[in-house]
């Protein structure tokens, strides 16, 4: 812990990337572990883009109770520590797999959002966007005034990541010389390359994790359990350097 805090402390630029992992802690669970959204929905028939422009209304069921699950959700220790680091200056940027919109309401300001944002959402048709608060769920799908249908900016299976996100996480992770890895399996394309391109440029992998991950065997330094226990230790050890 002392030696990566060390390490944090010298780097001239140090970058994050997130996974579900990081989420737990504040009751989102990961989509496919046990009580997760793939347990009770056929990952087949509501997780890919064909599936909603097939049938929207049954999607949109499935992306209501996520809604309700983010909605109750608040930033946890982890979230805090992470936009602290970043108020220090320590800290340039966090690209998340993430839909939740937490390292956002924990007060972090650059953040790359690699899936989209459960709070945004666009009309199919002629492309106006909404927030989460002006859409009316009572009635699914959620139509725009134009008749078409409403939804949310998040990336289904079988669409492409959007291209701004995509060009400043790989311009992010060029730039560091510490990458932390948190709450991710690194599973996903393109997230799981990030580590091993910033390994490949020389920096150091700092990976906080609950469990053995695909990049693990890059990593500098394994801390090895809650992030919302390790973070917040991590960032007083750097407080405590002199």
């Keep these: ?8 402390k010298e780097a001239r630029f140090v970058v994050a990337l997130t996974g579900a992992g990081i989420s737990t802690e504040s009751g989102i669970p990961d989509f496919r572990s046990k009580n997760g959204l793939w347990s009770k929905y ?5 997780g890919y883009i064909d599936s909603f422009l097939k049938n929207p209304g049954k999607v949109w069921k499935m992306i209501v109770e996520m809604i309700s699950s983010f909605s109750h959700a608040k930033p946890n220790a982890a979230h805090y520590a992470m936009a602290e680091m970043e108020k220090m200056g320590i800290l340039k940027g966090i690209i998340t797999q993430n839909i939740d919109n937490l390292h956002q309401e924990a007060g972090s300001k650059n953040v790359i959002e690699l899936h989209g944002n ?15 608060e002006e859409v009316n ?11 078409g249908v409403i939804k949310p900016d998040i990336v289904f299976f079988g669409e492409t990541l959007p291209m701004n996100a995509v060009i400043k996480a790989f311009d992010l992770t060029n730039r560091c010389d ?22 490949q440029n020389g920096a150091t992998i700092i990976e906080i994790n609950m ?10 330094y394994q801390l090895m359990g809650k992030a919302g226990e ?5 960032l007083n050890e750097i407080k405590n350097l002199p």
């Excluded at 459960?118 to 989460?132: A, D, E, P, V």
């Design 1 to 8: 812990m002392k030696e990566a805090a060390e390490r944090i």
């Design 178 to 199: 510490v990458m932390l890895v948190i709450g991710t399996s690194c599973a996903v394309s393109p997230a799981a390359e990030l580590p091993l391109i910033a390994k």
């Design 211 to 220: 469990e053995e991950s695909m990049i693990s065997h890059v990593a500098d």
């Design 118 to 132: 459960y709070r945004s959402l666009t009309c199919m048709k002629c492309k106006r966007k909404y927030s989460i």
């Design 230 to 234: 390790i973070l917040p230790r991590l």
């Design 137 to 147: 769920l009572s009635e699914l799908p959620p139509l725009c005034s134009c008749n």
């Design 42 to 46: 056929d990952i087949n028939e509501y």
